[in-house]
């Protein structure tokens, strides 16, 4: 794997330039306002495509996308994907699902009915208009894994009836839901199974690992570990994600396709890691490991490798200053932002 040379905070225009160029199209992307959505919608924007951005904002905001509101070629909705939509387009990124823990376990129910509803008009969509259509998917459809890393053919490990279902066996019925699409109605569809991502712009208080970590740390507290700290994560750079995402919707395999960084860490090594780079004398504090947390999780991206030709190309490292910057400089624009 290669390590990016690039330091700036926020995308270039040579950045953009490394992203695929694609024929322009009209896409429409659910879940646009959130964290990966409005990376995606940067690079569809800056490819020149028409984008509707379709997002009832309930774990995403309007500042994610305030900078393409007023362009021509982009529409921003208030629209919650659980009821039917009608809008004309060639390729639809579906991501419109909360994505932290914390902001799933919420609302279970609103979860389940957002994956399979949600999905459902989706792909009725998609059958009507003949667009073609990209589910994000999830690292979580192999549950708690006893096959080690991940590979696309293993079927998983989830617990039916646990905290997580709503998102692990939503996004199931998910994948299930576009396949019969596929099978059915051939409904043009792709399946993208996404591991843990981190970058600017993730919420200050969603409660996953990276976020958590780097506002404890801006905030002078220790950072919380649950569990020993030996279960481990791979943790992709958000505009590696987004790349792959695009590759995977111009190419001609459907899926499933793990798209993720291979390199594992352990949650003590990433710790330590965020410790280093904002304040080492901060403590560690550990505390008590959530039900049905995963002891492992890496992504078998041999695929990827051969058919999309892609692979992570920022480091760890690199990406967490990235991060590190970005949420020093949101909290330096808005103190609040660290203690709300
Ligand atoms: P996010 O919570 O930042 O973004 C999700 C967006 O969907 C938000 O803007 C939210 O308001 C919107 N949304 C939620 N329910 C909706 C509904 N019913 N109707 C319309 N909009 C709705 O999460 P993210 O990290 O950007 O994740 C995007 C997608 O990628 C999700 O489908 C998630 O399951 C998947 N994914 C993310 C990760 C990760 O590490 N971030 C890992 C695996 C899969
Ligand atoms: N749907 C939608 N937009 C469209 C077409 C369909 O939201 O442009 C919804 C529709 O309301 C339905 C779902 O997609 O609930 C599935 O549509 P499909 O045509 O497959 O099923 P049917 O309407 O025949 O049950
Ligand atoms: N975690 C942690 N401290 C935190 C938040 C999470 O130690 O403040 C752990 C969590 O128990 C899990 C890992 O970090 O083992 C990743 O958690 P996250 O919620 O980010 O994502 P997921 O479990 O969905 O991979």
Same mark, same amino acid.
């Given at each position: 794997?290669?390590?990016?040379?690039?330091?700036?905070?926020?995308?270039?225009?040579?950045?953009?330039?490394?992203?695929?160029?694609?024929?322009?199209?009209?896409?429409?992307?659910?879940?646009?306002?959130?964290?990966?959505?409005?990376?995606?919608?940067?690079?569809?924007?800056?490819?020149?495509?028409?984008?509707?951005?379709?997002?009832?904002?309930?774990?995403?905001?309007?500042?994610?996308?305030?900078?393409?509101?007023?362009?021509?070629?982009?529409?921003?909705?208030?629209?919650?994907?659980?009821?039917?939509?009608?809008?004309?387009?060639?390729?639809?990124?579906?991501?419109?699902?909360?994505?932290?823990?914390?902001?799933?376990?919420?609302?279970?129910?609103?979860?389940?009915?957002?994956?399979?509803?949600?999905?459902?008009?989706?792909?009725?969509?998609?059958?009507?208009?003949?667009?073609?259509?990209?589910?994000?998917?999830?690292?979580?459809?192999?549950?708690?894994?006893?096959?080690?890393?991940?590979?696309?053919?293993?079927?998983?490990?989830?617990?039916?009836?646990?905290?997580?279902?709503?998102?692990?066996?939503?996004?199931?019925?998910?994948?299930?839901?576009?396949?019969?699409?596929?099978?059915?109605?051939?409904?043009?569809?792709?399946?993208?199974?996404?591991?843990?991502?981190?970058?600017?712009?993730?919420?200050?208080?969603?409660?996953?690992?990276?976020?958590?970590?780097?506002?404890?740390?801006?905030?002078?507290?220790?950072?919380?570990?649950?569990?020993?700290?030996?279960?481990?994560?791979?943790?992709?750079?958000?505009?590696?994600?987004?790349?792959?995402?695009?590759?995977?919707?111009?190419?001609?395999?459907?899926?499933?396709?793990?798209?993720?960084?291979?390199?594992?860490?352990?949650?003590?090594?990433?710790?330590?890691?965020?410790?280093?780079?904002?304040?080492?004398?901060?403590?560690? !504090?550990?505390? $008590?490991?959530?039900? &049905? @947390?995963? #002891?492992? /999780?890496?992504?078998?991206?041999? *695929?990827?490798?051969? %058919?999309?030709?892609?692979?992570?190309?920022?480091?760890?490292? !690199?990406?967490? $200053?990235?991060?590190? &910057? @970005?949420? #020093?400089? /949101?909290?330096?624009?808005?103190? *609040?932002?660290?203690? %709300?």
């Amino acid at each position: 794997m290669t390590e990016s040379t690039a330091t700036s905070l926020s995308p270039t225009d040579s950045d953009y330039n490394s992203f695929p160029q694609i024929p322009t199209k009209r896409v429409l992307v659910t879940g646009g306002a959130g964290f990966i959505g409005s990376h995606l919608i940067d690079i569809l924007m800056q490819n020149g495509n028409d984008v509707i951005c379709a997002d009832s904002y309930f774990s995403g905001s309007k500042e994610n996308v305030a900078k393409w509101i007023g362009h021509p070629k982009f529409e921003l909705m208030r629209h919650d994907v659980t009821q039917p939509l009608l809008v004309e387009v060639d390729q639809i990124y579906h991501l419109a699902c909360p994505a932290s823990p914390v902001h799933y376990q919420h609302n279970a129910i609103k979860t389940l009915k957002t994956n399979v509803l949600g999905t459902l008009n989706v792909l009725g969509l998609a059958k009507r208009t003949g667009a073609r259509l990209l589910l994000s998917s999830t690292s979580e459809v192999y549950g708690d894994p006893e096959v080690h890393p991940q590979v696309e053919e293993y079927n998983g490990n989830v617990n039916c009836v646990g905290r997580r279902s709503c998102y692990d066996e939503g996004k199931r019925c998910a994948e299930a839901l576009c396949m019969d699409y596929h099978r059915q109605h051939h409904v043009d569809i792709r399946i993208a199974r996404i591991f843990n991502t981190y970058g600017p712009r993730m919420f200050f208080h969603d409660g996953r690992v990276v976020s958590n970590f780097i506002v404890q740390a801006l905030r002078g507290e220790s950072l919380p570990i649950y569990g020993d700290g030996l279960q481990t994560r791979s943790f992709c750079y958000v505009e590696d994600l987004a790349r792959g995402l695009l590759l995977l919707m111009n190419c001609d395999y459907i899926g499933p396709i793990n798209i993720g960084n291979p390199v594992e860490f352990t949650i003590k090594e990433l710790a330590e890691k965020v410790r280093a780079k904002v304040n080492p004398k901060l403590k560690i !504090e550990y505390r $008590q490991m959530p039900k &049905d @947390d995963p #002891k492992r /999780r890496q992504p078998e991206i041999t *695929k990827a490798r051969k %058919i999309l030709g892609w692979e992570p190309r920022v480091h760890l490292d !690199e990406g967490l $200053q990235r991060t590190v &910057d @970005d949420f #020093k400089s /949101r909290a330096q624009a808005n103190p *609040k932002n660290l203690f %709300i």
